[in-house]
């Protein structure tokens, strides 16, 4: 058995007849938007998508990165980026940045009216604008493509909404939240004659303007999702789902 999959899980399961509070993660209502029966199935009935292997290399760079923008954040100077960029913000400094960041044991949390859900999520970092205090909503992503970074993909639509939450979610902390994200987008180049032991990174600045207004109505209906006895229906979008499907119609005609 994968050390990274568990095909049965029996904890951390929704019941519908439990009104204590339910802690669930912005990813699951990413999944839910995507798909109602994987949420379902997930939450539910203790049965979630396999996940894909963890990204070392990805997680080394959201490391160093992390480790960089504090030191400036310590010092409460802008980052070299951030000059570049002719953004007035430093890197916000707070004394709960570190458990905003845990999104298994903590992150970000905040109720959502009527449902029992906590929903959560954990930021990777978070800036001041220097001229209206407005918080700023950082992410960081890491790839290795030829071609320029944007977020025009369709599935991106992930990113976007992962990062609206996150402004929902300090909005509900009482903070002051700028409609104005930023991805910090670093992609490895591959031009090199030789690897000589070292990656190197091209950075991009990419600017997003964030809309919250979908999320309550989006969590609200996940949560009513739940209340159901009856797994919803396969969705035409989803791969898992038409996997299941596919593999049902062959197992009928062998």
């Keep these: 058995m994968s050390k990274y999959y568990k095909a049965l899980r029996l904890k951390n399961l929704y019941d519908p007849a439990n009104t204590q509070p339910y802690k669930i993660s912005r990813s699951k209502i990413d999944l839910f938007l995507n798909c109602p029966r994987c949420f379902y199935l997930d939450r539910r009935l203790g049965v979630g998508q396999p996940p894909g292997f963890p990204f070392h290399l990805n997680l080394a760079v959201d490391t160093l990165l992390k480790k960089e923008f504090d030191h400036y954040r310590f010092q409460q100077e802008r980052h070299p980026l951030q000059i570049e960029n002719n953004i007035d913000a430093i890197p916000f400094l707070h004394p709960k940045l570190e458990e905003w960041r845990d ?84 992609n490895g180049r591959t031009d090199f004659d030789h ?60």
């Design 103 to 186: 999104s298994l044991r903590h992150g970000v949390q905040a109720a959502v009216a009527q449902t029992n859900f906590i929903l959560t999520g954990g930021v990777d970092d978070v800036w001041i604008n220097t001229q209206t205090q407005e918080l700023i909503i950082v992410d960081y992503k890491a790839t290795s493509k030829q071609e320029v970074m944007t977020l025009e993909a369709s599935w991106k639509i992930s990113y976007k909404r992962q990062i609206e939450i996150y402004q929902w979610l300090f909005r509900q902390q009482g903070f002051r939240v700028s409609d104005l994200a930023f991805f910090v987008y670093c």
């Design 195 to 254: 690897f000589h032991k070292k990656l190197e990174f091209d950075i991009t600045l990419i600017p997003y303007k964030g809309k919250a207004d979908w999320i309550e109505k989006a969590v609200q209906q996940a949560y009513a999702c739940l209340q159901e006895d009856n797994i919803p229906g396969h969705s035409a979008d989803c791969d898992f789902c038409q996997y299941h499907l596919a593999l049902e119609k062959v197992t009928e005609l062998s």
